[in-house]
């Protein structure tokens, strides 16, 4: 789904052929033509900024597979707190041991809700029925923030892993965020998002794995990295 209308896509193409052309030739370009370059993009840009809604909750997806898809959503979830939003968070996969995000966020408890409500790995627990169950449980709960006005934003950690291994249907996660409140926001991490889904948000974004430690280097997961 997409609102682009072809006058953004077209000053998102001039953008891009603007930043193109000076990092193809800042070396050769006289303080001048630097100039005329740069006021140019600014010029687009800002009619590009004055084309644009002032605002609307957003569907966010952070898939791929590679590293930073929470630490990512994270990242908003701090801006959020900044802001004085309040947050929620509910943890689809990991919950057999406590995050170390839980206890930073404890500092604005007041702002903020934190449910792990996993299991650990699929690999780890070996019941289906049972990860069904809880990732079912925290379906339930991630609904109860979604529609929940009081909170801007809700993320959904490893809901993706969850759908791809069946344990929730996108049909079902699908009518949920058809329900939230226009303003609020909800991010979805997790590898290999569903394709409905993708489609369906606002703002998508593919980790790549290039190198890891652990598939390369057989380093284990180090606190303050991966946890």
Do not use: C
């Not at 740069?38 to 002032?54: F, G, H, N, T, Y």
């Not at 057999?96 to 650990?120: C, L, N, R, T």
């Not at 079902?172 to 329900?179: E, F, I, M, S, T």
């Amino acid at each position: 789904m997409t609102s682009d209308t072809p006058e953004a896509l077209e000053s998102d193409k001039e953008i891009e052929r603007l930043i193109d052309e000076i990092m193809a030739s800042t070396q050769n370009l006289s303080d001048e033509q630097y100039r005329t370059k740069m006021q140019r993009r600014k010029e687009v840009q800002e009619r590009r900024i004055s084309q644009a809604v002032p605002e609307k909750g957003l569907i966010i997806v952070n898939t791929g597979n590679g590293k930073g898809k929470t630490t990512a959503a994270l990242g908003m979830v701090l801006r959020s707190l900044g802001h004085g939003y309040k947050v929620a968070i509910v943890q689809f996969i990991k919950g057999a041991w406590e995050p170390s995000e839980k206890s930073v966020f404890s500092y604005w408890e007041d702002q903020i809700e934190f449910h792990a409500m996993g299991e650990g790995f699929t690999w780890d627990t070996q019941d289906r029925d049972r990860d069904i169950d809880k990732a079912q449980a925290a379906w339930e709960k991630s609904l109860e923030f979604i529609l929940d006005p009081q909170y801007q934003l809700v993320l959904l950690d490893e809901i993706n892993i969850a759908l791809k291994m069946g344990y929730l249907s996108i049909d079902q996660v699908l009518a949920g965020l058809a329900r939230k409140p226009v303003s609020k926001h909800v991010i979805l991490t997790g590898r290999g998002a569903p394709a409905a889904l993708i489609e369906r948000a606002d703002l998508v974004t593919e980790m790549t794995l290039i190198k890891h430690p652990f598939r390369d280097q057989n380093v284990k997961a180090q606190p303050g990295i991966e946890y």
